[in-house]
């Protein structure tokens, strides 16, 4: 068998060590993160395989996928090895899969918790360096209908206009909300502004018979519920 880490293109590598043979004959559950971005990369650099640029580049990032989508284009092209094709392929590959989880809702999943409304929105923000906020628009059966980016902002806060929120959710013909922004610093404890917003919110909500029932903080620790909280 020949060794992978003496060639650079992935071509010239024993077949068995191939990523792309071992998706075609393995599946693709049975590649690693860094065998998975070895195909994307498609070749390594000068004594250096693209899976051993993968690995090197998966362990700048501390080994996360999320980290990884984080970088814009001028911090991995400083990476040794990283070009701008290599660069552009990543931030592509990363922004599909996150345009996936905001497009795959044809289930309509049920939200009976503030885990189940965790799942169905922390990817679309966990890797972010500003802070969105967003709505989960809910039927009456409380089924997921849509996910509304309602504003982006800086590292420190975004604006929330009240009335076009609540202008989504009846367009949307929806029967309940779920509120959701990022905390891109990790910290999970709500500001006043955010305490005050979710009060407004939900005074808003009762008033339209459109209730609130939740208005979640994400961040890469997790999670803060308001509900669960007892702050609604």
Do not use: C
């Not at 939900?202 to 609130?212: Q, T």
């Amino acid at each position: 068998m020949s060794d992978p880490t003496t060639s650079k293109a992935i071509t010239a590598w024993a077949e068995e060590d191939r990523p792309r043979e071992k998706l075609a004959t393995k599946g693709r559950f049975a590649l690693t993160d860094a065998e998975l971005l070895a195909i994307l990369l498609g070749s390594g650099s000068a004594g250096e395989t693209a899976l051993g640029l993968a690995q090197r580049l998966l362990a700048a990032a501390d080994n996360s996928l999320h980290d990884l989508g984080k970088r814009p284009l001028p911090d991995l092209r400083r990476f040794k090895g990283i070009g701008m094709a290599k660069a552009i392929t990543i931030i592509a590959a990363m922004e599909l899969g996150r345009r996936r989880q905001l497009a795959d809702l044809r289930e309509r999943p049920k939200i009976s918790s503030s885990r189940d409304a965790q799942k169905v929105i922390a990817s679309l923000l966990t890797d972010l360096y500003h802070e969105e906020f967003w709505l989960i628009l809910l039927n009456k059966a409380n089924e997921v209908i849509a996910r509304e980016r309602m504003s982006s902002g800086g590292m420190a806060g975004t604006v929330v206009d009240t009335k076009m929120l609540f202008k989504a959710a009846i367009d949307a013909r929806a029967a309940a909300i779920i509120a959701v922004h990022n905390h891109p610093s990790g910290n999970l404890q709500p500001s006043q502004a955010d305490i005050d917003l979710t009060r407004r919110l939900r005074k808003a909500g009762e008033l339209l018979d459109l209730p609130l029932l939740d208005h979640l903080i994400i961040s890469e620790r997790g999670y803060y519920s308001f509900a669960d909280e007892g702050m609604l």
